[in-house]
């Protein structure tokens, strides 16, 4: 329906439209500030308010709101304001800009951006899932190619605004997308000054990185801060920042192509960024391209409640629910043996892992004819490699298998009859070559390979592996366009493939991108879990999870545990996080290591869910040699905490613990694993004064639990 002079049709405009869901108590609290009993405890609602007379739109909950208004006499549509409802703090549209999220520029130099006067043809407010509502609007131009549906979410018990938009090509010519910001958001700047908060992924070229933490401050008038997000990206796809008051943004990208993330100050405005790379997208007459989604967050306090925040939206909104509550499970992966597996090595290494209570079983790589005949090997699995998953699910243990569907053996028979479903770039992953993803043909026969095997061999987990998954192919005898493999390879290529193949069998995903190279918020909504970094040690273990753990729940840090003798300080060195995956050669294990692994695996299984569904706190800085390092949990509902302390060959044997988050009022017991010592201490002496963890060994670790007294 066509609009006149941007007023939305009388059947919109009758009345406010507002649906509220009621539910459970919000646990939102502000560093510092956390909410008491006393206090009066905010309703996990969500609504959506349209104003006719204004042509506005509030977004809100119990915690957050948003305003969004058409402006008549411009007809551009803009943030008005992100509010903290708890604290009253603002973030105002910029004096001399708009505020909107998409920036689409074409070919020929046309496209939409903040300064586009849209008409509204149409809207609707909808239920979102989660307990959430979503705005959706139609807008539109006149004489523009193009035609924008954009939709925005809000959710109970989430400062969060997530948006996510689709461009409608209404020539009827083909045109070429060029540009795509899909985060440009602007705010005015308050003069304040910022910083900012990022975190790299597992990199290994052009430097070394294991999800080191990154502190700058935001200059203004500068170039900004930017980071490389996505597959084979530099960093993680969330950025933060905050002043001087812990009054802070924080954004994240669903999107596992590569893509620049960034903020800059400058003009009296903070402008976000968020650029895909190689983009020349061919959009036909009359076709559909749906944009990334983003999320843009409020948060006030210090780096930890930023992620925090994000952790709570991603478990609340983004990730997939845990396949059952004993999730993160205890796993064994065969890669100790490299490629030298058979059955009997793999039936030998079962009945020991079930012995000590590991609950998933893995076949790593090696098991296959080649990469990319994805059928068991006959001389390796001459009883068939499904009689070996019917031997693990029969001693209790669930299958799991490696599959690096990105990758093929040269004389793979798939290569020999398509030997032009390879990428022009190839990543060298263990001789193999690197399949185009992005082109169709090739996606469609490996959504079939990976159906066939999870159904013939009845496999429960899917470990993905793969070097750079996105990747880089100019083909011209491709689907794809030969300058636009990034969108291609990811939205159209890996995107498709894992969630197709997961809607058709159910399987359950670990993403394994060398080493935790794909950290983004679409990984998060396909996969259960993550790799954070891959047998690198018990200091680069501890290291993966300090950093991931500012963007990502503590499931998507999972950890390869080298084959190596067992101790404490080693065991618990993998103890924090997603699944604890052991790569032992077990029947070669001496019987003090399998006694310790039993008894280190029963203390996981008993910890696993607090850590799972705690509030993370970075105690100390990262881990490194010649130091003590500290992560805790805190169990907002319970009220209890839990603390990993490692010395990693520090000089002093004795280290001075003081814990975050507890009720300062309020009396709690403290016990130690290892130490035979309690204490019962005020939740301001823990978190003042603290409590002394030994500490014996110059590599030794301590588990310290905390829980009000009388218990």
Known sequence: MSLKNNQLPDTLASGIYRRQLLGAA???????????????????????????AFQSWTLKNDIFQAVLRLNASTGVLQLEEL???????????????????????????????GETRFLVTGQSIAEAGQGGKSLTLELSEEDNPLMLTISFFVYPGQAV?????????????????KRMNFLAWNFADDRAKFDTFAVHQWVVVPREANFDPQELPLVAGGAGVTVSTGSGGS?????????????????GLEFNGRADLSIRQADDRLTWSAEVQELNHPLLAGATMELPAAMLGLFRGDWDEAGYRTQRYVEAVLAPPIPDNNFPYVAWDSWGYLQEINEEILRENAKVAARLGIELFIVDLGWATAMGDWRADDEKFPSGLRALSDYVHDLGMKFGLHFAFSEADPQSSVLQLHPNWTSTETYNFHGAVSMCLGHQPARDWIIEQGVN??????VDWVLQDGQTLVKQCSK???????????????????????????????????????GGSMMTFKMVR????????????????????YGATFPFPPRFADRYMPDQDLDTYTTRSFMFGGPWIFMNRLPELRPQDLALAAREIAIYKATRAAVRDGRVSHLTGRPAPGQVDAIQSYNESRDTALVIVTRE???????????????????????????????????AQLMTTGVEVSLPERLSAEIVYVEPAGR
């Open 26 to 52: 919000a646990g939102w609290c502000l560093a510092g500030n956390p909410i008491s009993a006393a206090d009066p405890v905010p309703l996990r609602s969500a609504e959506i308010v349209y104003e006719a």
């Open 83 to 113: 509010r903290n409802l708890l604290t009253n703090e603002v973030w105002r549209l910029p004096s001399r800009s708009g505020s909107f999220p998409i920036l689409v520029e074409l070919a020929d130099g046309r496209g939409l951006s």
């Open 161 to 177: 605004l997530r948006h996510q938009a689709a461009i409608a090509n209404r020539l009827g010519q083909t045109v070429v997308v």
């Open 235 to 251: 960093y993680c796809s969330w950025l933060a920042l905050r002043d001087a008051a812990g009054r802070g943004l924080y954004a």
């Open 453 to 458: 095997l999870i159904r013939n061999y009845r």
């Open 476 to 514: 011209t005898t491709h689907s794809h366009h030969p300058a636009n493999s990034n969108w291609a390879n990811s939205e159209e290529g890996l995107d498709v493939i894992v969630s197709e193949i997961r809607r058709r069998t159910g399987v359950v995903w670990e993403n394994c991108a060398n």
């Open 526 to 545: 396909n996969y259960v879990t993550s790799i954070t970094n891959d047998a690198s040690g018990s200091l680069g273990s501890r290291q993966g999870v």
């Open 649 to 683: 060959s520090a000089p002093n044997n004795r280290y001075t613990l003081r814990l975050r988050n507890l009720v300062a009022t309020r009396q709690y017991q403290v016990r130690f694993e290892t130490a035979t010592g309690r204490y019962v201490m005020s939740g």
